[in-house]
DNA sequence: CGCCGGCGATACCTCCCGGGTATCGTTGCG
DNA sequence: CGCAACGATACCCGGGAGGTATCGCCGGCG
């Protein structure tokens, strides 16, 4: 199979819809359609089912539509990874969800700026669920990350911290004159619904809350008296004047991970990992 | 980047030599020449150096060679599960190293074929540190791994025992009377080397003892008198009268392993991992 | 009921590019 | 100096990727 094939498998998979499929891929539509007939008389297997208005994936296509973006991820991996070999020694990319965890990175970054011959960090900032396709597809070389929000399949990661939660609530809210709360408390109140968080495909499932995309956003929807939200205790050290934290006492614990690729072996990457452990 | 072109550079940089490599992919070598120089301005990336009397990886090379096998690893597994997502509800297949971990094997898959709807399990023996690789490409569904022998690098894992090592000789070799001894007793044995076990990339070290791939060479080899090895004690379960096990007092204890790719979601795979966690 | 509009499939053409053969340039070696 | 090994270049050919035009099917609507 050719990466060809598979991007326009996607499109296809991901429109459902081979006229909207063929303009996102800059091509016509009869090509398009040849291609995937090619794909399955080749792999023998029906992927899409033509319903004369529209299309839908069989069971077999919703897995190559997973495996496929896979390999597509990899493929560029590949491509971004060598391009960043060559150009120099560049340094590492670290990726973290906007408005999470900023003291324990400011400390990492100082920790690490201060090694011996360190190798300088960009950070990018993404939304909630974003970084494990940043490290896969070559685009970050480490990531921070929440568990159990974030998931770490196929990432390598060492444990950082462990905390526990504390509920967020517009400041004034009669629930904040409480010295703690449960999850329930914070689940039953009519006025402020919990935030919706995008799914790992990028929609957000139904529900009551505002849909957030990271921590900057939400504490804003707080403010605003728009919705509550547990968080972990150490974004107590950022909230400002309109939010109030009360702790939760049965809020699972959060860990915050340090997490690579597998086979990254960049010595600058173990070095960054080495200082994060030892924070 | 085509999967095309990421076979081509990964022959090139395996056989080092241009028409060698062709004629493993079966070509001419004029077109394998072009495709690589062709990918190398694409990318504006050398990826070789050609010395007039063969040819060497550069560091980007090196980089894009790592990262191809593991993208092409990715596209050839989106093709075998397709196929097999297809092809009515196969079964799983397990992977596992020849001769290792036999009897928590045959209670897994007695217990696993006790519950309702289970899935029937395909074995798969292999030799030192491929199991993971079978899992990348899609061969495999799931594998019992040895830690820290072999790697779990970007699979989940979860755990399941933890034992000791014992030391394996020759029967009637004098070490065979001592009542435990330390892993620098083994190695100081002139007559009994370790074996040497291959690399990640199929390579062995150098080093006197002989060359394994699997526990059943080894402990033919054993009994012949020809080496001595650690291996963790329920190894002891199916020793013959040829070897004898010695308690080893500071190896390093071995776990073992349930591992599969991230993003397997099939319930088969899912009540087996269960099953595999409550033996 | 017939027309239309939307959608995917088919037919057919063009041209690029992947693959082949022949040959050259360089270099190390006898 | 000639030869052999190796990669690069030149040139040609055919398949296939991509384009346009059109068809077949079906659902909706006047």
Redesign the interface.
Known sequence: ????E?RYFVAVAEELHFGRAAQRLGIAQPPLSRAIGQLERR?????LERNSRGVTL???G???L???R??L???E???R???R??AGQAGLVLVTKAGASTELLSKLLAAYAAEPDAAPVDVILCGIGEQGRLLRD?RADVALLHRPFDSS????TEELTTEAQVAVLPAGHPLTTAARLRLSDLQNVADLPLPSWPKSDGTYPDGPGPRVRDNTQLLQLIALGRCAAALPESCRAHLNADVAAVPLVDAPLVTTLIAW???SRSRALAALVRTATRL
């Open positions: 199979m050719e990466t060809r598979l792999l023998g297997v029906p992927l069989t069971e077999a919703a897995v190559l997973r495996e496929a896979a390999a991820d990899a493929v991996a590949a491509e990874r060598t391009r070999a060559a070559g399949a196929g990432l390598d690729p597998p086979h």
